[in-house]
Each structure stands twice: as C-alpha cells, then as structure tokens.
C-alpha cells in the first residue's frame, strides 16, 4: 500500500462510509425519521451510493470489475426441464416452445383476462416543468392482458409482488419508499444466473431463483423482471434472448397466475455512453427491441421506463445518477409512479371475462 496511496486512500474511504452508513441505517447518528422521503432516509442512500461509487472505483484501480460477465462464446445456455415435462429451450421448434408456454400447475394453460379500466396518463411527467423528464413515446405493451390501469401502494405491498434482476432493480427495492416486496435482485446478476447462483437468503441456506420459485410456488401474482445491462458485453444476442426465454417460462410454470412485466434496460447518461460504448443508446434500443419482441411472444407485459427518463437527447440525464448507471432516490418516485399507472388486472371469474371480450 505504501506504493499506492491512491489505493489506500479508496480503501479507508469506503470503510468510513460503509460505517457511517450502517450507523445511520440503525439509527445510532442522524435525525431518524419514519415518513418515506425523509432526511435520514435520503442521507442512508446517498451514502450507499457513495459506497457503491467508492468499490467501482477502487475494483477499477485493481484491474478488477464488479459487474457480472459473460462466460465466453463457448457458453451454452442453461436448459430448464419442468418436472417430468418438456424442456424449455428457447431454440427448440416453435411447436415446442408453445407448448411449455401453455403448462400451468395442471398442464393447461389459459392466458389471462383483465378488466380494461382507462390508464391514467404520463403527461405530468412527459412534460415536467423541472425538465428532468423528457419523454419519447411510450413503448409499453399489455396486447395479452388488456390495458393498463392505475393502482395503489397495495398492489405492490400486499406480500405476493416480486421483484427480479440486478443492481438497478436492487435499487428500486432499496429506495422506492414501497414496503413487503419480495426482492430477488442483485448487483452483478446476469441473466444467464437465475437457475445456477444461490445468492438469495432463506432460513435453510442460499438458493437460486429457480429454487426459490419452486419452494413458494403460486405465491406471487404480480412478478416485475428486469435484466439487460450487465449483459451488454456479449457477444451473442441469441444466446441472451434463449436465456430470457428460459426464465420467463420457468417463472409461468412455478407461478400460473402471476402477471409477469418485463422492463426495458435503462439508458445511461451521455458521459457514460461516450465512455463505455457498449451501453450506447443504439445498443440498448437494439436490446430493448429484443426483450419487447420476447415479451410479446410470451404474452407477458413490456414496460418502458425510458419514456420517463429520457433526457432530450435520449439519455439518462446526470442529475438522475450518482454513476452514470445507477437511479438516485431523489428520482426514484418517477420509476414508482410508471409502475403505478402501468398495472393490469385479472378477471377472477367467467361473467367478468365474457365481458372484457364483448
């Protein structure tokens, strides 16, 4: 260390903030408050994303990168069998593929319904007199659902959402101010992960998602995915596209009655872009183009969080991130407030669903 000061200096730093965070976390120091959007609250993020800016830069300097990476062109993609059924390979013929879509708890499937109210519209934040949000047209889908409607804190907090993918949805689920979520997210996690990392804590141990979903099968019914960014660096949109086919048809056969909504990939900011071309805007659209397409063939919702985030040049706009990459609490109640106005709703009985039809 006495040859690298700068390293020194990174390490102290991110222990000092680290302390100081899990001193304000637990109240020991700060004005502790219990009102969402409170000084302490607002102090604890900040500081967790100074740690998280601190570890980038020192693993940086070390040669080393905190984000998960691609195994390599050899890679092949996890196969999920479902219980004495058919594999779930998204390469096989699209007669099979279907047919794995179509399995429920009883080996049939039904796609489900949903009461069409009218969706509340995003125009407070399309044309936001601050001009932090400058927003392109809005790309979500429910073609299998219906339309969106507009829902509550309830709809997230009643114990059966979950919450899947990486740092950026760890986030959310760190700062969104919603309460009771069930967060099966990580920084670092790729998609290729879900059926083979035990990163995800129970009484017994860690498990993988895939262990997860099936110990509480039919619990959650309203299931938000999102995966994309630590992924950038492959170099086969094929192999990424058949590891998100696999993951969306392991969640529908553990969980039949969830309303499943996969999210786009944030843009980054202008400065990160530039620095790191990989997460151009052409990039991430091109990805984001992909996951809609998935999300359409598996009759599953699309949501597109940068119709509220975009700058005016299409990017992440700096005074959202502390990174480049990462949403600050100060701008998390927008990624909150989409979710609320792009919700849908499932029929529960025959009568309600003759209606939607007519």
């Known amino acids: 260390m006495k040859k690298c000061p700068f390293l020194l200096i990174i390490v102290l730093s991110v222990a000092i903030v680290a302390v100081y965070g899990s001193l304000l976390k637990f109240g020991i120091v700060g004005d ?51 219980p004495g059924g058919l594999s779930a390979n998204a390469a096989k013929p699209e007669e099979e593929v279907e047919a794995v879509v179509a399995l429920d708890a009883d080996g049939e499937y039904q796609d489900p319904e949903v009461i069409a109210k009218d969706i509340a519209s995003d125009e407070e934040y399309r044309n936001n007199p601050n001009g932090f949000v400058r927003s392109e047209e809005d790309g979500a889908s429910a073609k299998s659902y219906g339309e969106f409607i507009t829902v509550g804190d309830d709809y997230f907090e009643a114990g059966d959402a979950a919450f899947i993918g990486d740092s950026r949805m760890q986030g959310f689920g760190m700062y969104s101010g919603l309460n009771n979520l069930n967060m099966f997210a990580d920084k670092g996690y790729a998609i290729y992960s879900v059926f083979t990392k035990p990163v995800f804590q129970t009484m017994t141990g860690n498990v993988t998602l895939l262990q997860e979903m099936e110990l509480n099968a039919g619990k959650y ?134 209606n939607v039809e007519q």
């Open 221 to 354: 019914k309203k299931i938000y995915v999102m995966f994309g960014i630590n992924e950038m660096g492959w170099s086969s949109e094929d192999k990424f596209n058949q590891c998100y086919y696999q993951l969306l048809d392991m969640i529908k056969y553990y969980q039949p009655d969830a309303v499943i909504y996969v999210q786009s990939v944030l843009h980054v900011t202008k400065e990160k872009a530039l620095s790191a071309p990989k997460f151009s805007n052409e990039n991430i659209d091109r990805r984001n183009a992909a996951i809609k397409q998935i999300a359409e063939d598996e009759h599953v919702c699309y949501l597109d969080l940068n119709s509220v985030y975009n700058d005016e040049e299409g990017y992440l706009p700096s005074e959202c991130t502390s990174d480049g990459i990462h949403i600050k609490a100060d701008y998390m109640q927008v990624w909150v407030d989409y979710l609320k106005t792009h919700a849908v709703e499932i029929v529960e009985t025959p009568a309600e669903a003759e």
């Open 32 to 82: 502790k408050k219990t009102a969402s959007g409170s000084d302490s609250e607002t102090d604890s993020i900040e500081v967790a994303t100074a740690v998280h800016v601190l570890k980038t830069n020192l693993a940086g300097a070390l040669g080393m990168n905190v984000e998960e990476q691609f195994p390599g062109d050899d890679f092949e993609v996890p196969v999920w069998t479902p």
